[in-house]
């Protein structure tokens, strides 16, 4: 078994896609072991993407994950982390199959309503970060 951060972003909380997202690791049958709805700073949002401080939209991803609350989840389950990215789709959504949730909910690279952890490192990092206060 294996956990891994998953965030609503900004624009999938605000376009009310929140449940179905939920629904759709809960129906694979990946277990919330911790949820918060939280409006996260830049400086927090910047030590989450801090590998992608260099690239170009690093500013715009910067600006777009402060704008709104994010609900932010870990999941457990077997396989969670590439099973999870997996059942986001690619980075960009034109890119992601349908049937994956970028693939079936969003268009642009940089509204793409959804993040999941990369590595099970970066899930433990991540998880770290958004819930330095531990998770039982
Ligand atoms: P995330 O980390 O948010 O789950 P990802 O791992 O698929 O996404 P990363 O390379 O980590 O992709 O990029 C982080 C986020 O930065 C992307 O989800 C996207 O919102 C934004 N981004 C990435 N590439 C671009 C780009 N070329 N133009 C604009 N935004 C981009
Ligand atoms: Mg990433």
Redesign the pocket.
């Known amino acids: 078994t294996e956990r891994t951060y998953i965030m609503v972003k900004p624009d999938g909380v605000q376009r009310g896609l929140v449940g179905k997202i939920i629904t759709r690791f809960e129906e694979r049958g990946y277990k919330i072991v911790a949820l918060k709805f939280v409006q996260p700073t830049e400086e927090h949002l910047e030590k989450h993407?801090a590998d992608?401080r260099n690239?170009p939209?690093f500013p715009?991803?910067i600006k777009?994950m402060a704008s709104g609350p994010v609900v932010a989840i870990v999941f457990e389950g077997l396989d969670a982390v590439k099973t999870g990215r997996a059942m986001?789709g690619?980075?960009n959504p034109l890119a992601s199959p349908i049937g994956s949730i970028r693939g079936d909910f969003c268009l642009a690279?940089?509204r793409?309503i959804?993040?999941?952890s990369?590595s099970v490192e970066s899930a433990n990092k991540e998880i770290a970060l958004w819930f330095p206060e531990g998770i039982t």
């Open positions: 993407y992608l690239k939209f715009g991803l777009y986001l690619a980075t690279v940089g793409n959804i993040h999941g990369d």
